[in-house]
């Protein structure tokens, strides 16, 4: 799956979204924006660029259309 990888600089929260411009993602989690890293494939049986689990990524960018993670969040964009 096409996914756009986005890491916030006030937090450094990560986000996935299925948005190119990464227009869907939840502003509130991110106060000075969203900034964009790179476009890549999820995909569960290949290694991420950071350290996460594709699965849940991928349902959540089915679902919400996006997937956001920090080490210290819980992710959002997702029901798990």
């Known amino acids: 799956m096409k996914a756009h990888l ?3 600089i006030d937090n450094g929260h990560y986000a996935f ?3 190119a411009n990464g227009e869907n993602l939840p502003i509130d989690e991110c106060a000075g924006g969203w900034r964009f890293i790179r476009s890549l ?4 049986d290949k ?3 950071i350290s996460a689990a594709p699965e849940p990524i991928i349902r959540a960018l089915s679902d919400a259309g996006y997937y956001v993670f920090g080490s210290d969040a819980a992710p ?4 798990q």
């Open 41 to 44: 494939d999820v995909e569960a």
């Open 47 to 49: 290694p991420l660029p």
């Open 6 to 8: 986005f890491l916030c």
């Open 76 to 79: 959002h964009g997702t029901s």
């Open 17 to 19: 979204s299925r948005e």
